[in-house]
């Protein structure tokens, strides 16, 4: 454990929404089970394996530490616990002051609703920060991007949507299943004044093409689905029925965003699928993930994949 105390003791205040230490990517041997973030005011350890009590005592001390040493006495320290185990068991404790309801954090500037006493997911995943900047930073680049469509697949509670609204993307489609998330993403439209322009759909892509065509074609599409959520997406069979819609989505030179999260299935995966599925669109990139998430084997962790369109024809 001497690693994540190592990290608690130079932690910085926390201002924006980041991860502090990343134990799952197995370069600080015997913490390969924990990690530890900052949604200020709250520090949230998680652990995927039940932690011992002398444990979770220690983190507590180290905490309490750093805390007289970097918050004011107007600060209280705020930190829970949430353990989560094989076959979706999860806890969580509050173990030092209380989580804030409405809980709302930043990160660049965007605000976000975060939820982090309830369910395993907290609202905002924070391994996606650097394909946020990407999208950031692509509709900024556009010579029109008030014109700029973008179609946000699988939104969850659409912090692209937000990042590319706020850089000045015209109109975003977010499309995802759960009508929960997509109310907290229209929360978070509203929180940072980009609510006009954004559209919101509770439907499974999978029987939404129609829709989903009729709103395009589009500048930019961001495929972030789950890697295995039973009813909803299984990536070993359901990305390649995604794969092949992209082509006629996009416009000339048109880019898409491909994500996956799960370490079983490497880089490959997604390029070979693309080559066979769309074999039109051109790989530009991998966008390189945060450097606090740095992984023993890059290939387990968070995949971030560019491609383009090609150029209108001028023949």
């Known amino acids: 454990m001497q690693p994540l105390l190592d990290a608690i003791a130079a932690m910085p205040y926390p201002t924006d929404a980041r991860r502090i230490f990343h134990g799952r990517g197995g370069r600080h041997p015997g913490c390969e089970q924990l990690s530890l973030d900052a949604y200020p005011p709250v520090i949230v350890l998680t652990s995927f394996e039940p932690l011992a009590e002398q444990a979770v005592a220690t983190v507590d001390q180290?905490?309490?530490?750093?805390?007289?040493?970097?918050?004011?006495?107007?600060?209280?320290?705020?930190?829970?616990?949430?353990?989560?185990?094989?076959?979706?068991?999860?806890?969580?404790?509050?173990?030092?002051?209380?989580?804030?309801?409405?809980?709302?954090?930043?990160?660049?500037?965007?605000?976000?609703?975060?939820?982090?006493?309830?369910?395993?997911?907290?609202?905002?995943?924070?391994?996606?920060a650097a394909g946020r900047e990407w999208v950031r930073r692509q509709v900024q680049a556009h010579p029109r991007p008030a014109r700029m469509k973008v179609l946000n697949l699988f939104a969850y509670t659409c912090?692209?949507?937000?990042?590319?609204?706020?850089?000045?993307?015209?109109?975003?489609l977010n499309m995802d299943m759960s009508k929960g998330a997509l109310a907290i993403g229209q929360q978070n439209h509203?929180?940072?004044?980009?609510?006009?322009?954004?559209?919101?759909?509770?439907?499974d892509i999978f029987s939404s093409w129609g829709k989903i065509t009729r709103g395009g074609p589009y500048d930019l599409i961001i495929v972030d689905p789950p890697s295995y959520q039973k009813g909803s997406f299984v990536a070993t069979k359901d990305y390649a029925r995604l794969m092949r819609r992209l082509p006629d989505l996009l416009l000339p030179e048109g880019q898409v965003l491909l994500?996956?999260?799960?370490?079983?299935?490497?880089?490959?995966?997604?390029?070979?699928?693309?080559?066979?599925?769309?074999?039109?669109?051109?790989?530009?990139?991998?966008?390189?993930?945060?450097?606090?998430?740095?992984?023993?084997?890059e290939e387990r962790s968070l995949k971030v994949l560019v491609y383009r369109a090609p150029a209108l024809s001028q023949a």
């Open 190 to 203: 509203q929180l940072n004044g980009v609510k006009n322009g954004a559209s919101f759909a509770a439907h």
């Open 62 to 128: 180290a905490l309490r530490a750093r805390w007289a040493r970097i918050a004011s006495d107007a600060q209280p320290l705020n930190w829970l616990l949430q353990t989560r185990e094989v076959g979706g068991k999860f806890d969580i404790r509050i173990m030092a002051g209380a989580v804030p309801e409405p809980h709302v954090v930043t990160e660049n500037g965007a605000r976000y609703l975060v939820h982090l006493a309830r369910g395993q997911n907290h609202g905002l995943f924070l391994d996606m």
């Open 259 to 297: 994500c996956l999260n799960a370490p079983e299935l490497d880089t490959r995966f997604l390029t070979a699928q693309m080559q066979e599925f769309a074999p039109e669109l051109q790989w530009v990139e991998r966008v390189a993930n945060p450097p606090v998430f740095a992984d023993v084997d």
């Open 159 to 172: 912090a692209f949507s937000v990042v590319a609204r706020l850089a000045g993307a015209g109109q975003v």
